[in-house]
């Protein structure tokens, strides 16, 4: 099953309302783009942020000196963190609609990328494909860090699994209409998401952890045997 066309739907009709509970940055996304920082303090580093949501991070990233970029495949998530940046003094030029499984970027572009609680919307064989364009765009020794839900998280444990589709959620989300969205979430344990990611498509797992109901993925670009030749 390909889920991306639900997923935007689901993260359109949220909109705005999205931003209004997703307002603090997690200590570990902090934590890393410091680390970073500290690694190369002379470089201005360039970072992806692959599925920026409402914007938090890009603020973040721009407030501590990063070359930040950042793509969503829902418009009215990538409206709301343009208008954030506006709002900051930026354009919002350097945010785009995109899928991150066909990234509209040329290779070897990003030192580093972020990807914050989404690829827990796709099923593994998609996780691959947005592996692939990571890996592409990514520059030789570039990090990328990625965080998951947990099965264990308090919304996981509240929404309707999938009769069918296993470690498939469905977690709803109520509009301020009472309406109910409902979104889609592969969320296996992080032994089994470990066992399809320790190495993929020229990305090193070097650390993964479970942190409250966060899975976090620490990966770097290894260099490919024939750039070891030179």
Known sequence: MDPRNVVKLAYDSIGSEFGKKRTNTWDFVVDWLKGLILKQP?????????????????????????????????????????????ENGRDGSNILVS???????????????????????????LCENAFCEFSRVLSTNGEVLISCWDPSAPSVVKGERDEEQKNVVWVSWTLPDSSIVSRYYHVPKIDVRIKHWKEIHGLVCNHFELRNSNQLFYFSKSKLPDELKH
């Open 42 to 86: 002379a470089n201005n580093l360039k970072l992806l942020i692959a599925g920026c949501g409402n914007g938090r991070h890009v603020k973040l990233a721009n407030d501590l000196g990063f070359d930040v970029f950042a793509i969503d495949i829902s418009p009215n998530m990538v409206s709301a963190t343009i208008q954030s940046e506006i």
């Open 99 to 125: 899928d991150i499984c066909d990234l509209p970027y040329l290779d070897n572009e990003f030192d580093a990328i972020l990807s914050i609680a989404v690829l827990h919307h796709l099923p593994f064989d």
